[in-house]
């Protein structure tokens, strides 16, 4: 498999000989549309003059001829009865008919030049034949003569035309030479893209990779090393996943193991072996729940084929959520206040967004004092619907807002894992909202309370 460098290489010489050609027959079609008319009219114009002079001074036919044609010119005379002489340099080929050479004799006018076939490879302005002329007729005082005669293009333009064949020739070698260099100066950063895409497939998510450029070349390479951060943190977040979920399993399994082993003692006193009991209940309710909210986060990794959306009211929506949490509202002494217009409708999948309502709430319900509030509001926007769940808590440090979503985060670890929470609760709320094409913020201040912002389109 060739080179991506002899690639562009060769396409380039392909390029180029692509364009030679067509600029060739670009140029062969105006001069035969335009240049040749003009070119014939031209002749027509120095043959007349030609034939004024020869009328007026028949004796010195010869000799002025053979001067013209030392100043470039090709001339055929022929009295059409076998007398004919050639002037300067010879035709290359003789294939003009009779029948011009009669037409000239009667007075006509012969236009060879312009009526010459126009041909894609062939250039009439240098097509040294004699039907490639103009023809006069020449009366001497004795005699009638057809003269034919066309531009020698060796002799006026020989070195001209040396020149620039030269001047092609040179610019396609240097060109050539230059987009040899210029195209190991544009693979050069794709090779090392490749090595870099090797080291990543190797594990190696730490490259430098050159930046300067501010071609596609560059934005390639800055993307690619976001590309590479993205994969580190994502094998992190992975590693750091398995390591979670582990020490979230050992440790109740841990705990239930040991207060098996106490309960199986036969002296220990009734209310021991109730307390030891709960513990063993509390802990295996903690892994019954995490591994519903892993089979959750592993079912909703399946995408939007797990959606099934409808349209249905979101006020009903949330209310009914609030119902559910109305026990714990009540125990706490929590007011909670919506300010949802009737008229909203989502379209989505109900089930699982009632999970978001439900986490969103029992978040700010766990985490907030008694006898502060909560409020969620929603407001219909032109192409997206925004639900805001605000509470009035203690606010949560700025630090921690960037990995609230993150699998397993805790800001308070000791508590949160006391409480039998798993921290997979704002990691399903934003997946679920993904799914639905969706977006979640997370703001909070210091002493005045936390808010989630869901956005989620408009159908």
Do not use: C
């Not at 053979?66 to 076998?82: C, F, P, S, W």
């Not at 090393?225 to 399993?249: C, Y």
């Not at 989505?348 to 309502?357: A, C, F, I, Y």
């Amino acid at each position: 498999m060739k080179s991506l460098y002899f690639r562009v290489f060769f396409m380039t010489l392909a390029v180029i000989l692509v364009s030679s050609i067509l600029g060739f027959l670009v140029s062969n079609y105006y001069y035969h549309i335009k240049l040749k008319p003009y070119n014939d009219d031209k002749l027509i114009s120095i043959a007349e003059q030609m034939k004024d002079f020869i009328e007026a001074e028949p004796a010195d036919m010869d000799r002025y001829l053979r001067n013209a044609a030392t100043l470039g010119y090709e001339i055929y005379v022929t009295d059409g009865q076998g007398e004919s002489h050639d002037y300067g340099r010879s035709f290359r080929e003789h294939d003009l008919d009779n029948q011009a050479v009669a037409a000239v004799l009667g007075g006509g006018v012969y236009h060879g030049v312009a009526q010459f076939p126009n041909k894609p490879f062939i250039t009439g302005f240098f097509e040294n034949r004699l039907s490639n002329t103009v023809g006069v007729l020449v009366q001497s005082p004795d005699k009638k003569y057809a003269l034919f005669m066309r531009p020698d293009v060796l002799l006026q333009f020989g070195e001209l035309r040396t020149f620039f064949a030269l001047i092609g020739l040179l610019t396609v070698i240097i060109s050539v030479l230059f987009f040899l260099i210029s195209t190991r100066y544009l693979v050069k950063p794709i090779t090392r893209l490749t090595e870099a895409t090797k080291r990543i497939a190797q594990g190696n998510y730490n490259l430098r990779l050159p930046k300067r450029r501010r071609d596609e070349i560059g934005q390639l390479a800055e993307h690619f090393m976001t590309m590479s951060k993205e994969l580190e943190r994502v094998d992190q977040s992975r590693q750091q996943f398995v390591s979670n979920v582990s020490h979230e399993i050992q440790s109740p399994l841990t705990s239930i193991q040991g207060f098996a082993n106490v309960l199986a003692e036969q002296e220990l006193p009734k209310e021991e072996r109730k307390h030891y009991a709960s513990i063993i209940e509390a802990e295996s309710r903690h892994l019954s729940v995490l591994s519903k909210q892993l089979l959750m986060l592993s079912s909703l990794e399946q995408g939007e084929e797990a959606l099934n959306k409808k349209h249905f009211p979101l006020y009903k929506h949330i209310r009914q959520a609030a119902q559910v949490m109305q026990w714990q509202l009540e125990e706490k002494e929590l007011l909670l206040k919506l300010s949802i217009p009737e008229s909203i409708t989502l379209y989505g999948d109900e089930v699982l967004l009632q999970q978001v309502w439900m986490n969103l709430l029992g978040n700010a319900v766990n985490h907030i004092p008694p006898g502060r509030s909560i409020e969620v509001r929603a407001e219909q926007m032109q192409s997206h619907i925004i639900i805001v769940v605000a509470d009035t808590g203690d606010g949560i440090p700025s630090e921690h807002l960037p990995f609230l979503f993150d699998r397993f985060y805790r800001v308070d670890r000791a508590r949160e894992r006391a409480s039998g929470r798993t921290g997979l609760g704002l990691a399903i709320v934003k997946k679920i909202v993904q799914l639905h094409d969706g977006e979640i913020e997370a703001g909070s201040s210091l002493g005045e309370g936390t808010w989630f912002t869901v956005k989620l389109p408009q159908l």
